[in-house]
């Protein structure tokens, strides 16, 4: 590939603010914490869960520093970057802890700065300062475009969507593009349903009850501020084999605004956050995988091997070559877990384990540490074991949110239930594996699916103490000391 000017130039600014960030860390070190993981994976409840704990004395025994009291306070301050919302915490621990509601929805990055003020082992005072960056993990999913033409974009994801289940969902966008001649005029009106159409077909496979994960590119389903730009106005076109895109053509104009997306989405993200990250965690909903089906465990496979290769493009792209993305430590983390019985969270943890392995066992390169844990941020359940004739089904209690259905009943959001999720496989290759696949809700309905995860409320809390009742928690405070642990030595 050439080196293009556009490169060098922004090979230039990394470099400058390298050098400034570098600066800043030595009188006051800091680390950036990037949260990302696709739409409603959990980041915003993950991180005002993180932020309340810290301020407000969660129970963390294994987050060591915090455990055995070298954390002496936590504390929110500005943000140093102007141009990215604010992560609204306030907001949040008000839904969660008084309405007991769920954040609303959120597909914009956003930043707060939390400051440490911790003894190290030595006895010495120091402050650690941590910038937790949230961002969507659609726009992490762009980043292997960067190194594509648009050729290949558009024959890969022309040959993933004639997979099933995905084909029957793009049936209108292939009936359309069959219309198309890629070498013919360009033509704005067949550009725009094209692109229509294509939209229609990522977002029909997000749906929940096929859950598919890998659907580039991410700005399609959240444009933000790009909605209905020509960036935005392009699609995958049946092209030959070979060749390049005659002037004039539809094809040419595909390819000028697949570029385009490029330079006003792809690359901005990479410079302005992506590559300024030390650490990163990225939240995964396989749980709703689960309930979807074995297609739908496939692809979030196949998009977690997509994810690391992210930061092992990030090492060897050519904006790279001076200045490295400098992560050093992932986390998968399988959240909701409080969804499940706990005999069976190492058996979530398993099947992380296994989805991410194929793309672990070459990720040497990412020069990453990498772990994996099953979590849940806020624990909405208790457990219980409830009797079924002879048979003891190790159950969760809960209160359902209002509108969910379950045997026929639809939950007024005030009752609490016993349910019995499903039990995951001791073998975690039992779920990719073998004829023993499970049923989801891609393929059969809801009462005969294998697995129903149901949306329970935010737990009721206990008052306690002066600074408030603290939430519950499942793992977070072994997520916590993977992330931050050796920084507050
Ligand atoms: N039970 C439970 N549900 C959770 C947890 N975290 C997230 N959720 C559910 O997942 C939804 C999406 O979470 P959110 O943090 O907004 O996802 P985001 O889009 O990645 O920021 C929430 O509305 C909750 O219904 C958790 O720790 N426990
Ligand atoms: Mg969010």
Redesign the pocket.
């Known amino acids: 590939m050439a080196l293009r000017f556009s490169d060098i130039v922004e090979e230039a600014r990394l470099t400058a603010r390298a050098l400034r960030d570098y600066g800043d860390a030595f009188f006051n070190p800091t680390v950036r914490l990037g949260v990302t993981?696709?739409?409603?994976?959990?980041?915003?409840?993950?991180i005002?869960?993180l932020i309340h704990g810290l301020s407000r004395g969660g129970r963390f025994p294994v987050f060591e520093p915090f455990a055995t009291g070298r954390i002496a306070r936590a504390r929110l301050e500005p943000q140093p970057d102007d141009a990215v919302p604010r992560f609204n915490y306030e907001g949040h621990v008000r839904t969660l802890i008084e309405a007991r509601r769920?954040?609303?929805?959120?597909v914009d990055i956003s930043e707060l700065r939390l400051v440490i003020d911790y003894q190290r082992r030595s006895g010495a005072d120091r402050t650690l300062t941590l910038d937790i960056v949230?961002y969507p993990g659609e726009w992490l999913l762009d980043l292997p475009l960067l190194h594509k033409s648009y050729e290949q974009w558009s024959h890969e994801s022309l040959a993933l969507s004639r997979e099933q289940p995905r084909s029957a969902l793009a049936t209108p966008w292939h009936a359309h593009l069959a219309t198309l001649n890629a070498s013919g005029r360009e033509d704005e009106q067949a550009a725009l349903a094209a692109a229509r159409l294509f939209t229609d077909y990522l977002r029909a496979c997000r749906d929940e009850r096929f859950a598919m994960s890998l659907l580039p590119p991410g700005r399609f389903l959240m444009p933000g501020n790009l909605v209905g730009s020509p960036a935005l106005t392009f699609a995958p076109l049946d092209l030959p084999d070979d060749g390049v895109a005659p002037e004039g053509s539809l094809w040419a104009m595909m390819v000028r605004r697949y570029e385009a997306y490029k330079d006003v989405v792809v690359r901005p993200f990479f410079r302005d956050h992506f590559s300024r990250l030390d650490r990163q965690i990225v939240?995964v909903?396989a749980l709703s995988a689960f309930n979807a089906g074995r297609e739908a465990l496939a692809d979030l496979e196949a998009a977690l091997a997509g994810i690391l290769d992210c930061f092992r493009i990030g090492r060897s792209t050519l904006l790279s070559t001076l200045f490295r993305p400098r992560i050093d430590r992932i986390l998968f983390a399988a959240?909701?877990?409080?969804?499940l019985h706990h005999s069976s969270h190492d058996r979530l943890e398993a099947v992380l384990r296994r989805a991410v392995a194929k793309a672990v066992a070459h990720a040497e390169d990412t020069g990453a540490q990498i772990d994996v844990v099953a979590?849940?941020?806020?624990?909405?359940?208790r457990e219980a074991t409830v009797a079924r004739g002879r048979e003891k089904l190790p159950s969760i209690l809960?209160t359902p949110?209002s509108g969910e259905i379950a045997n026929g009943e639809t939950f007024d959001g005030n009752t609490e239930v016993a349910t019995f999720p499903g039990d995951l496989p001791l073998d975690p290759e039992q779920l990719f594996t073998g004829d023993t696949a499970f049923r989801g809700l891609s393929s059969a309905a809801a009462d005969k699916a294998d697995f129903r995860f149901l949306?329970?409320r935010?737990p009721q809390l206990e008052n306690e103490g002066p600074d408030g009742p603290a939430l519950p928690?499942i793992r977070l405070d072994r997520a916590l000391q993977f992330l931050i642990g050796d920084k507050l030595q």
């Open positions: 993981g696709l739409s409603r994976a959990g980041k915003t409840v993950f005002t869960a769920w954040p609303d929805s959120t949230d939240l909903d959240a909701k877990a409080d969804h979590l849940a941020a806020v624990r909405a359940t809960g949110a949306r329970f935010p928690h």
